[in-house]
């Protein structure tokens, strides 16, 4: 599996609940471009402060929400792999 971090070019903040996101380029904050995360996705977000598997990712959201491990496992995929284009993530390429 591979293994992914919060991307160091982008700072967070949770604000009324929300998890806001804002990439930062050349040291400014690029406020064209705020992300805003439900729960599952703050629950990710949250996750990734280290470094994580996907398997440890499936694991963490299971715990937390009600719902077919199967589905959740999709979407967290989905979920990384939007992460990472947008650069928000980072694929460290390690894998177990």
Do not use: C
Request: aromatic share 6%; proline share 2%; no cysteine.
């Amino acid at each position: 599996m591979q293994t992914y971090v919060r991307s160091d070019s982008v700072v967070s903040r949770v604000i009324a609940g929300e998890t806001l996101i804002v990439p930062v380029r050349k040291g400014v904050g690029d406020l064209a471009s705020i992300y805003s995360l439900n729960e599952v996705g703050s629950t990710i977000w949250n996750v990734l402060s280290q470094p994580r598997t996907t398997g440890d990712i499936v694991a963490s959201v299971e715990q937390e929400f009600e719902a077919d491990g199967q589905r959740i496992a999709h979407d967290v995929g989905s979920f990384l792999t939007e992460m990472v284009s947008t650069g928000l993530v980072s694929d460290t390429g390690a894998s177990e």
